[in-house]
């Protein structure tokens, strides 16, 4: 389907999702008339009554656009897994501070969650070899250049994408420096790994820290995920 301007796309549809949550079950509900969205409700059979209707909507964003509107629209905003600490130290909370005054808004009044990618390993080489495919698979998305060139890895990226064009990041991966997966996951010892995404909290609400799984067996993505387990949660 024709896509259009993805921040006014989603505008709409946080618009759409909020006045079925507040109206859907008062009869109120006819129609809603976008520049992407038009809908007819006017036959809607209204259901019962809700718990609530003031559902929280997050939403995940990775660069600046998306992420001023999100603090903007949402009731929460969740940083992208693949963002390093300092991405998400240093650059965005700014974003999050404009987007929050477009709307008149206070810091209070959003949830930031972000979630960062982990490898909790005595075995530092291990955890980043096991991190590479994941660094590859994203940074092989053309969309996502800009925010690795930001980093400094444009020409990494530029590399990677042909691999993910034919459909095969694994088979890139190996052009992954060990520099660039540092810089997108933390990799190391428990203590290690709790210091370094400590800056976090600086900008955070919360975190719900992950492991890096693309290309692992089952087995040790379970056991990254034990770790992370027993290192924030144990």
């Not at 809607?44 to 990775?62: E, F, G, K, M």
Request: with cysteine; glycine share 6%.
């Amino acid at each position: 389907m024709p896509y259009g301007k993805p921040l006014a796309h989603l505008r709409e549809v946080v618009e759409i999702v909020r006045l079925v949550f507040t109206k859907g079950h008062t009869g109120e509900l006819e129609r809603y008339e976008g520049a992407y969205h038009r809908h007819d409700f006017s036959e809607l059979q209204p259901p019962a009554p809700p718990l609530r209707t003031d559902i929280p909507i997050w939403i995940a964003a990775l660069r600046a656009p998306l992420l001023a509107l999100a603090a903007e629209i949402g009731d929460g905003v969740m940083g992208h897994a693949i963002w390093s600490v300092h991405w998400a130290t240093k650059k965005m909370p700014s974003v999050i501070e404009k987007g929050l005054r477009r709307a008149g808004k206070e810091r209070s009044d959003v949830e930031v969650n972000l979630w960062p990618i982990v490898a909790i390993s005595n075995d530092r080489a291990e955890a980043i070899d096991d991190s590479r495919a994941t660094v590859a698979f994203y940074a092989g998305i053309t969309q996502y250049e800009e925010y690795f060139a930001a980093h400094g890895f444009r020409r990494e990226a530029q590399a990677l994408q042909e691999g993910v064009r034919r459909g095969d990041y694994v088979g890139v991966a190996h052009l992954v420096p060990n520099e660039m997966v540092e810089t997108f996951v933390t990799c190391g010892r428990p203590d290690e790994v709790r210091r370094r995404i400590e800056p976090l909290w600086e900008a955070a609400d919360s975190l719900c820290p992950v492991p890096a799984p693309y290309a692992l067996p089952a087995e040790k993505i379970i056991a990254y995920s034990a770790a992370i387990a027993s290192t924030f949660y144990g």
